[in-house]
């Protein structure tokens, strides 16, 4: 079982942003990747004033704030995803976009990198079928807002390995 230490987001529209709030928050280094470096500012942003409300409501301890800001990182490059454990795409749900990152991803991240799909409606199984690692492939379906929503749903596609998936 690999341990997991840095989680790649890629794309960070609503539901991207809100996956690394949760992945940072958590400890993990988190590498932000999206193609917009308008989208990466704005998602910085919404962090921040996130962290900040959660200081001022109480949830959250006032040094935690800069740990948990100092542990994301965004980046235009999808090279810096290169040393993620498990990297969850949140992109635009098209299956040729998908399936157009993660060919890419596969040639960027070790083997033992596992790949996960925020999509809300396009089979795991198909999506995974496009990465070159259909068993070390998982769904994450987070809901919205993801930074708020304690469930998150996971779904192995056909091809997925038990090894990857427990
Ligand atoms: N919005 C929801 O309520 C919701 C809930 C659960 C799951 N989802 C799923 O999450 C995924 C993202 O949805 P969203 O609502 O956050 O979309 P969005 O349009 O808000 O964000 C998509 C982001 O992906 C970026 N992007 C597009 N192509 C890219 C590429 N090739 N590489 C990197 N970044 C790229 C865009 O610049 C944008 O910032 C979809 O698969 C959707 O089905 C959405």
Redesign the pocket.
């Known amino acids: 079982m690999i341990q997991i230490k840095t989680i790649g987001v ?8 809100g996956i690394a709030i949760v992945a940072a928050r958590a400890g993990f280094r988190t590498r932000v ?4 470096e308008d ?1 990466l500012a704005r998602a910085r942003e919404q962090t921040e004033g996130f962290l900040r409300k959660s200081v001022e409501r109480g949830k959250l301890a006032a040094d935690a704030l800069p740990q948990i800001m100092a542990q994301w990182s965004g980046t235009t490059q ?1 090279a810096d995803l290169a040393d993620c454990d498990l990297v969850i ?5 098209s299956l040729d ?2 399936h ?2 993660f060919s890419q991803l596969n040639t960027i991240c070790p083997e033992r990198t596992i790949f996960a ?6 089979s795991i199984t198909e999506i995974a079928g496009g990465s070159g690692r259909a068993d070390r492939f998982v769904g994450m ?4 807002p993801a930074q708020l929503m304690k469930l998150v749903e996971m779904s192995p596609g056909l091809n997925t390995s038990e090894s990857t998936f427990l």
């Not at 795409?89 to 749900?93: D, G, K, Q, S, T």
């Not at 799909?117 to 396009?122: A, E, R």
């Open positions: 890629a794309g960070c529209g609503t539901m991207g942003a990747f999206d193609v917009r989208a999808l795409e949140a992109v635009f749900e976009v998908k157009e990152l799909s925020n999509t809300s409606t396009i379906h987070f809901c919205l």
